[in-house]
């Protein structure tokens, strides 16, 4: 079958370059939390921009995000390339993904040093390799096939690369507004999602949307001995544990008030594909490195993890933390909490209630700050939208499985993109469960990159009706 | 009625020579817990031997701590010295201290340099000032004093000055074992504990017992992508929290099955004491920097920081701990607790029933690791006791007002000072309750130095028959 499709040949022709530059990317550090890594992150920006050139994209340019100027973070530069010769009745697409990656930390549980990549067991490893250079990569060398074999592409074309991912997107929002005319649309491909498994294709038709908080508690003007005053003093670090153990019930549904009002059941076709999917258990455990799984009574793995909103302690800090014991009572105490949200979740309600329930929450004598974290919304895909038929299409004939419709329970700005640019939006991404984005040993599995490079190609000639 | 104490003139013909020793003692950092001040723990144990070589003490010596030869750790010694010519059917006392003391973070916070110390507003500011060399400073100037005025004591005097205490004494109930014949004696001073007010002096008869420990969580191999797995993996920062929170319950008392089963009653003359006692609560708060009290239902903060066990978290971590979110699901966390026993709670119970408890709530496929942190169980002297009239009655000539009965909440090796030499315990100790021990900014009261330099005298003349 994939003698039919169009860029097999290409492919397996440039399969040395492709690989070859893959690695020269991997090998940037571009880490966007880390502000001396900026200078990385400005270079893989330039790589990306010589990429799209190369390709044969026009007006390729660096794209600051709109920075305030009080603002004193190092702001990752997006990339923008075109081409645009497809003509007015041509649709016309714009290709979403992003080139800065998350930290390495721990870096001893890595296998091989995060940035210098290798090809192991089919595997390309390093940080970035699924998320999401190698994912962008693969969306830029389909047009560059297209192009190369035709002089044209089927569509009118525009990639925008953002470089401030990792970091939530802080100024993404703006940048669209700002862009809105450049990056006018009929419709939005993100390339930074995944699938069930290499033989369950699959398409994401939305994502959760994400609120994070940053809560500091104070107890006292300083730590106190645990001798004399313990026992009658508020103390930080258990204010911060009751806070954690409050925000579920004991059927694991999150207690903040009204926190469940919006979710929207599933439609019928979105459910009969998430009763259709498969759920290998032992193989999720495995990938997880966990010995049991937990979650909101009702619901499935698949379901808490991607229907469901969650609230997640991602740090909990308070008191003394070296070796040992130090007699104290802690004066202060910091604890982060993710909450994803789910269609048609509001995150500045959700911002809202979690104030209030801190506020309700906190023991006399006991002062909170709580930061927020940006905000997300969440975003979803009808799946009877006729762009969404071109991308099953183009998907069925790369895997030639028909793909079952899930969502990502990860959180980005693709709502922000659907919504601003007035567009619906289609996932198209390869990485698979078990490819550990975000953590050591991230890898990206070489025969899904292929796959993602014709399933590309495919899409865009769908698209070009 | 100063004029009739012993040593009253000899303070005041010696006072500067005194405090000109204190600030030298006070400018050597021997904090015991960081193993690079293990040379600065020796020279303030050297310091120590000097001064009651100086004092005309003898056999003044170096007493190793008996540590295990496998052991990795850097043992403070401790100070021993004797006078020993009262005769055989004068009472033999131990007076006990430490010369160790407590890391100074947070630094910034001090409003002058920990180990340069200084007088201001008639107090002695410096780490270790009151937690104990200034305590110390004062029994060892005592026997001096009595020693150029008579050239003789009224008892056999032995010092044992401890230089791990900050670190919970590992090796001092190994040490006694070893010390026992030559620490042979009727009656121990303590001189590490405080009273009520300078105008409300009071005697310390208990010290609360202390059983800590450092318990690490593991719930994954490695942290996870809240996105993608966030919701239906357990989170280790949560089941810290969880067994915090779980801890106390709504009367804010301990929930170990048994806790409480051995705690005694107060006597009758020490319940009077106890109600005796002045609590200015306005004051105590301040003292404590806090805006509330809370604690155990049914008693007085007196009562819970001093006669009623307590359990504190006094160290919480999981998770990312940064600037800003890090979206994961931590797969460790680490928790400390620091449990408060009395009498006749017994440490390996308490450290058993802990053990078990934390088997009990471990969510299934979590894993934990409790590692105890040293055990020391509560000491009480009973008021009837002779030794104690001794005290009160060297104490009431000092301050002209009879002493009231407390307990301290604090915890030290005074237990096994007991039990180990088969003798009373009694506790002179001038620190008072705005000391700051343990935190930035610790001072001595220089009025409560004198007197306690006063009374140290009058209690080896009581001693003395």
Known sequence: MSGELRLAGYAKAEAERIVTTLFDWLRIPSI???????????????????????????????????VAASGGDHPGPAVYGDWLHAGPEAATVVVYGHHDVQPVDPLELWTSPPFSPVIVDGECRARGAVDDKGQVLYEIEAARGLLAANGALPVNLKFIIEGEEEIGSPHFE????????????????????GMIAPDVPSITVGMRGLVAFDVTLV????DLHSGIFGGTVPNAARVAADLVAALH???????????????????????????????????????????????EAGFTAIERTSTRPTAEVVGLTGGYGGPGIKTIVPATANLKIALRLVPDQRPEEITAAFEAWVAAHLPPGVSATVVPEGGVAPALTPVDHPAMGALVRAIERVWGTAPLFTRSGGSGPEEALGRVLGAPVLFLGIALPDDRFHAPNERMVMSQFWKGLLAAGELLVELGG
Chains 1, 2 share one sequence.
Do not use: W
């Not at 990385?40 to 990429?51: G, I, P």
């Not at 703006?174 to 999602?193: F, G, I, K, N, P």
């Open 32 to 66: 966007s939390s880390h502000p001396e890594r900026a200078p990385d992150v400005r270079a893989s920006a330039e790589f990306c921009a010589r990429l799209l050139t190369e390709a044969g994209l026009e007006n390729v340019t660096l794209i600051e995000p709109p």
């Open 174 to 193: 703006a940048l669209l507004h700002q862009e809105a005319a450049r990056l006018a649309c009929d419709v939005v491909v993100v390339s930074d999602t």
């Open 219 to 222: 107890t006292s003007t300083t």
């Open 249 to 295: 019930d004991a059927q694991e549904r999150v207690t903040l008030p009204g926190f469940y009002d919006r979710v929207r059941d599933l439609s019928a076709a979105e459910q009969a594909s998430m009763d259709a999917q498969p759920f290998d258990e032992a193989g999720f455990m495995a990938a997880a490195g966990v010995k049991a799984l937990v979650g």
